[in-house]
């Protein structure tokens, strides 16, 4: 089974940019594995960010966006505040319909 | 609105199977795919499988395969995830999740399997 590496955690300054990555030990990602972006706060389910690589939803900000970056799925975070502290979690399809999580990056607005 | 009602918390023995429901409301049942993911505490999320509702279709992840079943009812709009054979570390909150790109989740169910 493929793993899918993400950074354990990073911090941003508020109004900040950061970037997150999503790596695929089978190779580099692509649209094709339809990537996936969840925000999860203590306590509560995740929440769908952005799917497709890059597309959202009625609720994500835009300050949020998703891309292909050097091999790897990305979300950018533009102009961070202190609400988007929380940990956040790449998702990954491969061939034969199989899906897989990343280990989740703690973003910490400090 | 859209909403996934998932049954309650569960504590069983290791050795035991348990049964997790997941109510669907607010869209049509049958159009999406309904996939289970568990958290265990301080872990990563886990992709487990999910069901073509329309026609019963099931895939698993290889971790899983041969203990977790995932079924529906869908006169009852409701999907299911069996989980036998538990161990201690199956001890893990089981998430329902559907919807447009998977835009809605349940509210987490806690399964604790101790002795």
């Known amino acids: 089974q493929a793993v899918v590496t993400q950074e354990p955690s990073l911090t941003v300054s508020p109004g900040g940019t950061v970037t997150l990555t999503c790596a695929s030990s089978?190779?580099?990602?692509?649209?094709?594995?339809?990537p996936y972006w969840f925000q999860q706060k203590p306590g509560q389910a995740p929440k769908t960010l952005i799917y497709?690589?890059?597309k959202k939803h009625s609720w994500t900000p835009a300050r949020f966006s998703g891309s292909l970056l050097g091999g790897k799925a990305a979300l950018t975070l533009s102009g961070a505040q202190p609400e988007d502290e929380a940990e956040y979690h790449c998702f990954l399809s491969y061939n034969g319909g199989g899906q897989v999580f990343g280990g989740g990056t703690k973003l910490t607005v400090l | 609105q859209v909403q996934l009602v998932q049954s309650g918390a569960e504590v069983k023995k290791p050795g035991a199977s348990v049964k997790v429901s997941c109510k669907a409301s607010g869209y049509s049942f049958s159009t999406y795919a309904m996939h289970w993911v568990r958290q265990a505490p301080g872990q990563r999320l886990e992709w487990m499988g999910w069901i073509h509702v329309g026609n019963g279709n099931t895939k698993y992840s290889q971790k899983f395969q041969g203990r977790v079943t995932i079924t529906r009812d869908t006169s009852a709009s409701t999907a299911y995830m069996e989980l036998i054979s538990l161990r201690s570390e199956d001890t893990a909150v089981y998430y329902c999740?559907?919807?447009?790109?998977?835009?809605?989740w349940g509210q987490g169910t806690l399964v604790t399997v101790s002795s």
């Open positions: 999740v559907s919807y447009k790109a998977l835009a809605a």
């Open positions: 497709d690589t890059n």
């Open positions: 089978t190779g580099a990602v692509t649209g094709g594995q339809y």
